[in-house]
């Protein structure tokens, strides 16, 4: 088990880093949520964020994909600062579903999942064969090709998420960050998103940071975890080596023992609570 | 590389590729029939305006004119007196609505209009102190009437749409926020140009009364210029600059994420959009309401989700048209255009205010 955040003994030499935090320090107005933290995102894996609410990890999410400046410290992409990268050049290497987006009324889900070729559009070119192909296949793979020409407003919460999810994938990225990509679903709609984020990267060898709240999804779909308290990661690694019974305790203040999922072997985390018969 | 026209059939629902050598485009069937139809409505609408006044000349008469016929006395009538008068109304309208349909989409909410949060209430005071001020050094006058309304315009335009972005920036722009701080300069700048009504000579006064109303009255060549050439300049700049409304009309981050740079884009189409309305104002007066209200419907037209600029240009330029046809010949006496366009328009505000208060309780 790996409680100190600075060892990585999993982290190789032979390994691409992709995206680097090296000391940023975060925050909005005069609040800081995140004072100095590292992270090593390796290319073609999996790994998910955890942590309890207000721990920083959707704001350490937003730093990655240069939608928050750090006041510290700097975000690498491909070993270059992320903010000296055109912002433009950055969308078609790393795309992200920001949390609870909002599309307008009456936009369509073609029309949303086409949005998300932009970064490979111009004025003059806004609806390629590329574009065309890349939408088609996005839309496949969330399953939402019958709802292309409904309005977005007008799905369910899972349509709309996976709708959203799609325009992310039809950006074409090879690095993918996504902020709470499960929630509005319910568990079947979880799974099948965690499966299409499992396919993606074995299939595709896409890099997926995503940030989760189901803990046991978590440890079943990432191969690595990232877990964050007060700003701060408190452990990082295999699932087996992080989700243990004291970082729980730890963590997230929460009793609970963690017993190997009888399916994948991953660890599952059973609350213990007080309401046992 | 062959130059082929490749129609081939939708794969994606809605979005049927028309494709020529490099340059592509969503081909919308709708969009296409709905803005040839408001060319129609416009061009019938200015002939009937154009045949309008003593000598009442018929409509086709005004477009074979138009179109290089007719004798040289009726020529003069068409050309040389009337269609600066309607020519003014088509551009103001439709650079209002252009400057409409921009500011709607990048703020996400349709109050958001140039003349509801004070752009054109801040090209209007600049205005009307030129012309109060402009005429107290006598022969200034007809300079500033001709360059200074424009530019003065065009600058207190520019200068009311900074002060507002800058009183509704905290972090970013939010839209409800934008159109709060914009409502309330936008009273401000109609006091001030009271004040400024009421320290004029009565001469001075009562010409800037009627320019604030909006009226078309007189227009002739001068001012079809000025219009004329902030369209061909703005409008192009518009539609290169329009390409990232579509991502930008989602969130702020959203529209980071696929790689827009939120802030200068916002900022260039603001600009764009207060020039547009701006020359506009100093043309035609202060139009009320139809920078709010022709984007909507041609909106509701298309069936977008955005104001779309083009047929927001078309349907502006329609739509005051018909409102100084209105003003001339169904109310006995002749009414300044900009008073017909705020009956139209009042309703449509307040339905639109009543509207998104309902939203933001539930």
Redesign the interface.
């Known amino acids: 088990m790996t409680l100190d955040p600075t060892v990585r003994p999993d982290v190789t030499t032979q390994d691409t880093v992709r995206l680097r935090a090296e000391g940023v320090r975060l925050g909005?107005?005069d609040r800081l949520v995140v004072d100095g933290l590292d992270l090593d995102v390796v290319e073609g894996t999996v790994t998910a964020v955890i942590g309890p609410n207000g721990c920083g990890k959707s704001t350490l999410l937003?730093a990655l994909?240069?939608?928050l400046r750090p006041r510290g410290g700097q975000v690498l992409l491909d070993g270059r600062r992320i903010d000296s990268v055109?912002?433009?050049?950055?969308?078609?290497v790393l795309?992200?579903?920001?949390q609870s987006?909002?599309?307008?009324?009456?936009?369509?889900v073609?029309?949303l999942v086409?949005?998300?070729r932009?970064?490979h559009?111009?004025?003059?070119?806004?609806?390629?064969?590329d574009?065309?192909a890349a939408?088609?296949q996005a839309?496949e793979w969330t399953g939402i090709a019958d709802l292309?020409?409904r309005p977005v407003d007008e799905l369910s919460g899972g349509q709309r998420q996976r709708a959203w999810i799609s325009m992310?994938l039809a950006?074409g990225t090879d690095l993918l960050l996504l902020d709470e990509p499960t929630t509005f679903l319910d568990l079947a709609h979880q799974v099948e998103v965690l499966e299409l984020v499992a396919r993606l990267n074995v299939e595709f060898g896409r890099t997926v940071v995503m940030v989760l709240h189901d803990l046991n999804l978590a440890a079943r779909y990432a191969e690595r975890l990232v877990t964050m308290k007060d700003g701060r990661i408190v452990a990082q690694g295999a699932p087996a080596e992080v989700m243990t019974e004291e970082m729980l305790a730890d963590v997230f203040g929460l009793a609970a023992r963690v017993i190997p999922d009888p399916v994948a072997g991953t660890p599952l985390v059973v609350p213990i609570g007080s309401r046992v018969t | 590389m062959a130059l082929a026209v490749s129609l081939p059939p939708a794969r994606v629902p809605g979005r049927r590729a028309l494709r020529i050598g490099p340059v592509s485009l969503v081909w919308r069937p709708r969009v296409a029939l709905v803005g040839l139809a408001g060319v129609a409505v416009l061009v019938l609408g200015l002939a009937l305006n154009v045949g309008i006044g003593e000598v009442r000349i018929s409509v086709p008469d005004v477009l074979i004119t138009l179109l290089g016929g007719g004798d040289p006395g009726q020529r003069f009538i068409v050309v040389g007196l009337r269609l600066p008068r309607s020519l003014t109304g088509a551009l103001v309208g439709a650079a209002l609505a252009g400057a409409g349909a921009i500011t709607q989409a990048i703020v996400r909410n349709p109050l958001a209009s140039p003349d509801v949060i004070g752009f054109t209430a801040g090209a209007s005071a600049a205005a009307v102190f030129v012309i109060v001020l402009g005429a107290g050094f006598g022969s200034v006058g007809f300079t500033a009437s001709v360059v200074g309304l424009p530019l003065a315009a065009l600058i207190g335009g520019l200068l009311s749409a900074f002060a507002i972005y800058a009183l509704a920036w905290r972090k970013g722009v939010q839209g409800f926020r934008l159109v709060l701080v914009g409502i309330g300069i936008n009273a401000m700048l109609i006091a001030v140009v009271e004040w400024l009504l009421v320290i004029a000579q009565v001469t001075d006064a009562a010409r800037a009364y009627t320019w604030i109303n909006g009226s078309l009255n007189g227009r002739g060549w001068e001012h079809v210029v000025p219009v004329a050439v902030a369209l061909a300049v703005l409008v192009p700049a518009a539609l290169v600059l329009a390409h990232v409304l579509g991502a930008l009309q989602l969130s702020d981050d959203s529209a980071r994420g696929l790689g827009i740079p939120v802030d200068k884009a916002r900022t260039l189409l603001l600009l764009t959009a207060v020039g547009l309305c701006s020359v506009a104002t100093a043309s035609a007066g202060p139009l009320a309401f139809v920078a709010l209200v022709a984007p909507q419907i041609a909106q509701r037209a298309v069936g977008a989700a955005r104001p779309p600029i083009t047929i927001s240009l078309i349907f502006g330029a329609a739509l005051t048209v018909i409102a100084d046809l209105l003003a001339r010949t169904a109310f006995g006496a002749e009414l300044p255009v900009g008073i017909v366009t705020a009956v139209i328009g009042a309703p449509y505000l307040l339905y639109l205010i009543a509207r998104q208060g309902r939203r933001t309780r539930a």
């Open positions: 909005y107005g937003r994909g240069r939608l055109p912002t433009k050049e950055v969308a078609k795309g992200l579903l920001p987006p909002s599309a307008p009324e009456g936009l369509t073609a029309d086409a949005r998300g932009h970064p559009q111009a004025w003059y070119r806004q609806w390629s064969a574009d065309e939408v088609l839309m292309a020409d992310a950006q």
